[in-house]
């Protein structure tokens, strides 16, 4: 993150920033325009929200004065109101990246469908897109990149969140000629079905960020392991690593035992380790309370010197092992993202985003329960599925269905708890529909890694 606050204090003392359109004023969302509203040289301009009263209290809770917001239905009025000095609130996520004033569109949904939407509109319109939606990223997210490199716009996923940090760690490992052979973050769950909606809200009774939390189908979508293996699939596709099993290992480990333990864990079998292959993603299971859990991401090195083993070794008490390790115990998701929006327009550069023709992982969709024929799917965090990872050949091979594609779609045969579904066994929501098209396109356009 070298340079970045000396470049935007240079736009703050210039008396500009860097414009932004945020779609989507959700608990993460309206984070994010918190914490913008205090970094020098950038701003939120409008904010898209089909609940209109919801994009107004995001401003109101950063600080804006009332008197300072416009509520706009048209480009037009939108275009007027910003020449203003005024901030709009929009039920209309096209007046996003069709507003000239606009630079860099920050797509916040957690919805596939919307994020189709949002991310072909701003590369249409020349815009830079941020996106907060790891789930539609695992699934088009190669597609997606490929028609923004095309429209010379940078097409990101954030910092903040564990895979932007994961990248980050990545990234000084080959920037130091360290070989990586494992990268992840912690599992606060334990990927285990029993969570969901519902189940969740009991562990959340008493916990100080309950008032924060607004969607739990979200929150328990972290802890049936949903969430970890969608962000180890985005890893995977960004950096080109592989799951060693379908859902990883996730072995479990103490905070007080993680540095020297990881590093042992993740190496080959035959040298004390738990893995068929290096270089791969993983998750590591936290013992405990999943709403205090802590949060880790990691990267394991190997070391390729003595100085090396030595120097590293020193720092976390891995003398006696092969592998040495880079770890971040936080993140904090929209405190942390608006660096993302810096970086895409200031250096035109992504924080993490798929790389190559190749598909390395995918996220597929598992039963929590029983589901029955003429069953509907819910939601992500809902009763019916979970998504976990697979190589991506295997996907292709075995026509598992992809986790984002599940939510709507209609069991046309029993499939038992633990099984995965595959595209025989469901009727999609809508064939039509552009997430599904790109899907298909992506399938034919791009190969697979592993």
């Not at 994009?55 to 109101?60: D, L, V």
């Not at 019916?384 to 075995?398: K, L, N, P």
Request: aromatic share 6%.
């Amino acid at each position: 993150m070298f340079g970045i606050d000396e470049q935007l204090k240079a736009l703050e003392r210039d008396g500009t920033r860097i414009r932004t359109g945020l779609v989507g004023a959700g608990a993460m969302g309206a984070g994010l325009v918190i914490q913008m509203e205090r970094a020098p040289g950038m701003a939120v301009d409008v904010i898209a929200d089909i609940d209109i009263d919801r994009a107004i209290q995001a401003y109101k809770e950063s600080g804006v004065p009332e008197a300072q917001v416009e509520v706009c239905g048209s480009l037009e009025q939108t275009v007027k109101a910003l020449d203003c000095g005024k901030r709009v609130c929009t039920a209309e996520k096209n007046i996003c990246w069709g507003t000239p004033n606009v630079n860099t569109v920050i797509e916040a949904t957690g919805n596939p469908e919307i994020y189709t939407d949002v991310v072909l509109g701003s590369i249409r319109n020349k815009k830079n897109i941020v996106t907060l939606n790891v789930e539609a990223d695992v699934c088009i997210g190669h597609i997606m990149k490929m028609l923004a490199d095309n429209a010379s716009v940078v097409y990101t996923g954030i910092y903040g969140d564990e895979p932007g940090c994961i990248m980050s760690l990545y990234s000084e490992a080959e920037a130091l000629g360290l070989e990586v052979v494992a990268a992840g973050r912690s599992d606060m769950g334990g990927s285990d079905l029993r969570w969901n909606k519902e189940s969740i809200k009991e562990a959340l009774k008493d916990a100080p960020q309950r008032k924060m939390i607004k969607n739990t189908a979200m929150f328990a979508s972290f802890c049936d392991g949903s969430k970890t293996n969608e962000e180890c699939c985005m890893v995977a596709n960004a950096i080109g690593l592989r799951p060693d099993v379908r859902g990883m290992h996730g072995p479990t480990v103490s905070w007080d035992d993680f540095s020297h333990e990881v590093p042992r864990l993740l190496d080959l079998r035959t040298n004390g380790g738990i893995l068929d292959n290096l270089g791969v993603v993983e998750r590591i299971g936290v013992p405990g309370d999943p709403v205090i859990a802590p949060l880790w991401v990691f990267v394991v090195i190997k070391p390729n010197t003595e100085y090396e083993r030595i120097q590293m070794g020193k720092a976390t008490g891995c003398m006696g092992l092969n592998n040495r390790i880079l770890y971040m115990p936080y993140h904090y998701l929209d405190v942390q993202a608006p660096l993302s929006v810096a970086y895409a327009a200031l250096q035109h550069q992504a924080i993490i985003a798929p790389k190559g023709n190749k598909r390395a992982a995918d996220t597929i969709t598992m039963a929590k329960k029983d589901l029955e024929t003429g069953e509907v799917i819910d939601e992500i965090g809902g009763f019916c599925t979970a998504g976990r990872i697979e190589c991506a050949s295997f996907v292709r091979q075995g026509r598992l269905l992809p986790f984002a594609m599940a939510e709507g779609a209609r069991v046309k045969r029993p499939v038992r708890k633990g099984k995965f579904l595959t595209y025989d066994d469901i009727e999609l929501k809508d064939e039509r529909s552009m997430l599904i098209l790109l899907r298909r396109m992506q399938d034919k356009l791009f190969g697979d890694l592993f």
